[in-house]
């Protein structure tokens, strides 16, 4: 089978890493017989910059048709300024919302090796291995109304609008239920039904979804404001979290700081499956475009690496070789070697290519 694979570097570093997930499906396709085509094509500030659009409906088209998109990162301070809708962010907002991403898949992991990186006590990251399930498409990212209107007396009145359906609820807790049977079986819902009739309605639909169809998977309800306090204070309690788009995207930057660098992190996005079986899927780095940084050849490629590690997983069923990646991954830190931001004394730095030569290397001798 050949699957048909977009590429999406973006801007800053995204060109740098997406690069040696590059490198790394050629070693897939020369040593595990994974045949794959690619095709490449802009997005975020430089497709701006080429097409005055974050996201052409020429690249959106592409982006339908494949199997899955590789995205890089997207952003930089030269494009702050723009209009909301040209701004480099609708790029990956219009990726999501065009291919109905409604489940966005985090997984915080603490590589043994790294566990003194993290601002936490080792004790307390070591063996982490938290899935985080977003909601990604509802939510007060896209309700409406979101307008800002001038009152009479001169003042600005800023409306954001939260707001979930059944379906939405629904269709995301299946999806971390399903995905909790395959790992430790407790998802943790997370809300804030105390305060907001959306928390309320989460808590009610996860639950109903959960007694019809899921009661071997062990549900607990955590209001929002604990759960980012129980990932600082005792994160390993945790196994999946599901929550909604606001408060995932706030709860898995925090638990991407327990594993000592957002550089090392991946992250899927997935829709439904069509009648045809064919899921659009997403893969990225949860990090950003990191301007301060780019063109210097600096940037770790782990957490773009391991996307296409999710992507051999979730996309393409390629369950071994998405192990054998994060084996070789493991291995090179194990083996000490270290980019300049999880770089700790007696390690040896490496650049972004270096760090995937030695990917490479290992997956060498681990196959
Ligand atoms: P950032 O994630 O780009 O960078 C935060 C810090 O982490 C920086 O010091 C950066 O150097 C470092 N960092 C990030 N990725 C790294 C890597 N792979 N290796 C080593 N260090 C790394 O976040 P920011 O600085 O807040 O945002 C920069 C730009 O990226 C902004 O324009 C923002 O809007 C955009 N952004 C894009 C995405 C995306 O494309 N999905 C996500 C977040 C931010």
Same mark, same amino acid.
């Not at 209107?149 to 609820?169: C, M, S, W």
């Not at 606001?246 to 925090?254: A, H, K, P, R, T």
């Given at each position: 089978?050949?699957?048909?694979?977009?590429?999406?570097?973006?801007?800053?570093?995204?060109?740098?890493?997406?690069?040696?997930?590059?490198?790394?499906?050629?070693?897939?396709?020369?040593?595990?017989?994974?045949?794959?085509?690619?095709?490449?094509?802009?997005?975020?500030?430089?497709?701006?910059?080429?097409?005055?659009?974050?996201?052409?409906?020429?690249?959106?088209?592409?982006?339908?048709?494949?199997?899955?998109?590789?995205?890089?990162?997207?952003?930089?301070?030269?494009?702050?300024?723009?209009?909301?809708?040209?701004?480099?962010?609708?790029?990956?907002?219009?990726?999501?919302?065009?291919?109905?991403?409604?489940?966005?898949?985090?997984?915080?992991?603490?590589?043994?090796?790294?566990?003194?990186?993290?601002?936490?006590?080792?004790?307390?990251?070591?063996?982490?291995?938290?899935?985080?399930?977003?909601?990604?498409?509802?939510?007060?990212?896209?309700?409406?109304?979101?307008?800002?209107?001038?009152?009479?007396?001169?003042?600005?009145?800023?409306?954001?609008?939260?707001?979930?359906?059944?379906?939405?609820?629904?269709?995301?807790?299946?999806?971390?239920?399903?995905?909790?049977?395959?790992?430790?079986?407790?998802?943790?819902?997370?809300?804030?039904?105390?305060?907001?009739?959306?928390?309320?309605?989460? /808590?009610?639909?996860?639950? +109903? *979804?959960? %007694? #019809?169809?899921?009661? @071997?998977?062990?549900?607990?309800?955590? !209001? =929002?404001?604990?759960?980012?306090?129980?990932?600082?204070?005792?994160?390993?309690?945790?196994?999946?979290?599901?929550?909604?788009?606001?408060?995932?995207?706030?709860?898995?930057?925090?638990?991407?700081?327990?594993?000592?660098?957002?550089?090392?992190?991946?992250?899927?996005?997935?829709?439904?499956?069509?009648?045809?079986?064919?899921?659009?899927?997403?893969?990225?780095?949860?990090?950003?475009?990191?301007?301060?940084?780019?063109?210097?050849?600096?940037?770790?490629?782990?957490?773009?690496?391991?996307?296409?590690?999710?992507?051999? /997983?979730?996309?393409?069923? +390629? *369950?071994? %070789? #998405?192990?054998?990646? @994060?084996?070789?991954?493991?291995?090179? !830190? =194990?083996?000490?070697?270290?980019?300049?931001?999880?770089?700790?004394?007696?390690?040896?730095?490496?650049?972004?290519?270096?760090?995937?030569?030695?990917?490479?290397?290992?997956?060498?001798?681990?196959?």
């Amino acid at each position: 089978m050949t699957y048909k694979i977009l590429i999406l570097p973006g801007d800053g570093i995204g060109p740098e890493i997406v690069e040696q997930a590059r490198r790394v499906a050629g070693w897939y396709a020369k040593n595990r017989n994974f045949g794959f085509t690619t095709e490449e094509d802009l997005v975020g500030g430089i497709s701006y910059e080429t097409h005055g659009d974050p996201a052409t409906d020429a690249m959106m088209k592409k982006a339908l048709a494949a199997d899955a998109v590789l995205f890089g990162a997207v952003g930089g301070p030269q494009w702050d300024k723009l209009p909301f809708d040209k701004k480099p962010e609708r790029g990956l907002l219009r990726l999501r919302g065009d291919l109905k991403l409604f489940a966005n898949l985090r997984p915080a992991l603490c590589f043994d090796a790294l566990k003194d990186a993290s601002t936490l006590k080792p004790e307390i990251v070591s063996g982490l291995d938290i899935l985080i399930v977003r909601e990604l498409t509802g939510g007060v990212y896209f309700g409406q109304p979101k307008e800002t209107t001038t009152l009479p007396d001169g003042q600005k009145r800023a409306v954001d609008t939260q707001v979930y359906t059944t379906g939405e609820i629904e269709r995301i807790a299946r999806v971390a239920f399903e995905l909790a049977r395959l790992r430790g079986k407790r998802v943790a819902s997370v809300e804030k039904s105390n305060v907001m009739v959306t928390g309320a309605l989460w /808590r009610d639909v996860v639950h +109903r *979804v959960h %007694d #019809a169809q899921f009661r @071997d998977v062990q549900l607990t309800d955590i !209001l =929002a404001d604990n759960c980012a306090m129980q990932l600082v204070r005792a994160p390993k309690q945790l196994d999946v979290i599901l929550t909604d788009n606001l408060f995932g995207d706030i709860l898995s930057d925090e638990a991407a700081q327990l594993t000592g660098s957002i550089g090392m992190l991946p992250s899927a996005s997935l829709g439904a499956k069509g009648a045809n079986g064919r899921q659009p899927a997403l893969y990225e780095p949860i990090h950003g475009s990191a301007p301060d940084i780019a063109g210097q050849g600096l940037a770790n490629p782990i957490a773009t690496i391991l996307s296409f590690g999710m992507c051999l /997983r979730y996309s393409f069923g +390629r *369950v071994e %070789d #998405a192990t054998l990646l @994060d084996k070789a991954v493991e291995r090179v !830190l =194990a083996e000490g070697y270290r980019t300049g931001d999880i770089m700790q004394p007696g390690m040896t730095k490496v650049g972004t290519s270096g760090m995937t030569d030695a990917i490479l290397k290992a997956l060498d001798g681990l196959s």
